[in-house]
């Protein structure tokens, strides 16, 4: 697991660590020292740790213009020992939402298992997300987790699965990715409505 970098090719576009708006602003990175694990395995150290021990996360890109975030995710999502969704939401949903994102993009191809616990936290993101127009849009995720996510109605939340299982986004800008999602999710609620 310590070979799994975040994706890196749009550090020219955004850093969380420079904007003065995200919650990991001021981090500092080692590219030599691996000191954190989850459980007995090192990961690189440009994840960033937001308390949870299972899960950890890069924003690949904010634009606060348009509102959305580009989230990447590595590790086990444990919301039935560690309350992972809890954490995200009051450490890193909560602040970028107070700047005004309301539109999240998050990448899980990383993400090797999920374990529910209950949805308050998936339903509280969702409203606060729906009140301004936004969504949550689960990109690349596993089957096996989308299926375990599904088993609970986490569904009922996230827009997910599809042409958002198969979207090869690292060829793509974060604009390119974003309109591509936002048609997506826009076909599917023009379709429900």
């Known amino acids: 697991m310590h070979t799994l970098e975040p994706y890196f090719a749009w550090r020219n576009h955004y850093i969380a660590s420079d904007d003065q708006r995200s919650p990991f602003h001021g981090r500092q990175y080692s590219e030599f020292e691996y000191s954190t694990k989850i459980y007995n395995y090192f990961i690189h150290p440009q994840w960033d740790s937001f308390e949870s021990q299972t899960l950890f996360c890069k924003i690949l890109f904010v634009d606060y213009e348009e509102r959305f975030a580009i989230i990447e995710f590595i590790g086990e999502w444990n919301d039935c020992l560690f309350n992972d969704v809890m954490l995200l939401k009051r450490e890193v949903i909560d602040v970028l939402m107070a700047e005004g994102i309301?539109?999240?993009i998050l990448i899980g191809e990383n993400i090797l298992n999920f374990?529910?616990?209950?949805d308050c936290y998936y339903e509280e993101w969702f409203?606060?997300?729906?009140?301004?127009?936004?969504?949550?849009?689960?990109?690349?995720?596993?089957?096996?987790?989308?299926?375990d996510m599904k088993s609970i109605d986490l569904d009922s939340y996230f827009v997910l699965g599809g042409e958002l299982s198969e979207i090869g986004w690292r060829t793509l800008t974060p604009a390119h990715l974003f309109e591509r999602i936002d048609d997506c999710v826009n076909k599917r609620l023009g379709l429900i409505g």
């Not at 995720?141 to 989308?146: A, D, N, P, S, T």
Request: charge should be negative; proline fraction near 0%.
């Open 115 to 118: 374990h529910f616990g209950d």
């Open 127 to 147: 409203d606060e997300a729906m009140e301004e127009d936004g969504w949550i849009a689960l990109l690349n995720f596993r089957e096996h987790v989308l299926d």
């Open 102 to 104: 309301n539109r999240f």
